[in-house]
């Protein structure tokens, strides 16, 4: 981690941890660990274009990825007004291409424009794939992927979208869906 905004971001996230609830015990303890991870996965996905990162939190995976991926725009989401605070700080600091959407995805995907496209979505741990992948399909191009951060290798089965790759990281499991090409 020799990167200078990775240094940035980690101390900015234990700096605004103590005050603001960005990340649990776990990760707090094992920081070096979700950000490898989050590099890790930046290296196998390849991230480009745009990308979406759903219940950022506290920029886990999203920040690290958007550190080492000069070639994406991400676009995170993130309902918690504290935490989207913290994003957008995060972002100024580092001076990452990203902007932070501080609301539900429900609402997000109205706002976003019509031919908006995201080549990646991305998202650790969020309730269940099966209740909202579906809901970005219209915003996902042709083989464009969804990659699950979780701690099985189990990939959801959910319309629309075909198994991928299953990558084990870590702390659990990098799972891809993939939109199929001719499709979107």
């Known amino acids: 981690m020799s990167e200078p905004r990775i240094e940035l971001y980690k101390r900015l996230l234990l700096t605004w941890n103590e005050k603001v609830n960005l990340i649990g015990p776990e990760a707090r303890d094992h920081l070096n660990d979700h950000i490898e991870e989050a590099l890790e996965a930046a290296r196998l996905l ?49 001076r990452l291409n990203a902007t932070v959407y501080g609301d539900r ?34 915003f996902l191009a042709a083989g464009a992927r969804v ?6 290798s189990e990939v959801p089965r959910i319309a629309g979208f075909q198994s991928g790759e299953v990558f084990p990281l870590r702390r659990g499991f990098l799972v891809t869906l993939t939109v199929p090409r001719g499709t979107a």
Do not use: N
Request: aromatic share 10%; charged share 20%.
């Open 46 to 94: 390849e991230p480009a274009g745009d990308v979406l990162d759903f219940g950022s939190g506290g920029g886990l995976p999203a920040i690290p990825m958007a550190i080492v991926s000069p070639a994406a725009r991400f676009h995170l989401v993130e309902a918690d007004q504290r935490k989207w605070a913290f994003l957008k700080h995060v972002i100024r600091e580092c």
């Open 105 to 138: 995805l429900a609402h997000v995907l109205t706002r976003f424009p019509s031919d908006l496209r995201f080549s990646l979505a991305t998202s650790r741990a969020v309730g269940y794939p099966e209740e909202w992948v579906a809901s970005l399909a219209p």
């Open 147 to 152: 990659a699950l951060f979780q701690g099985t």
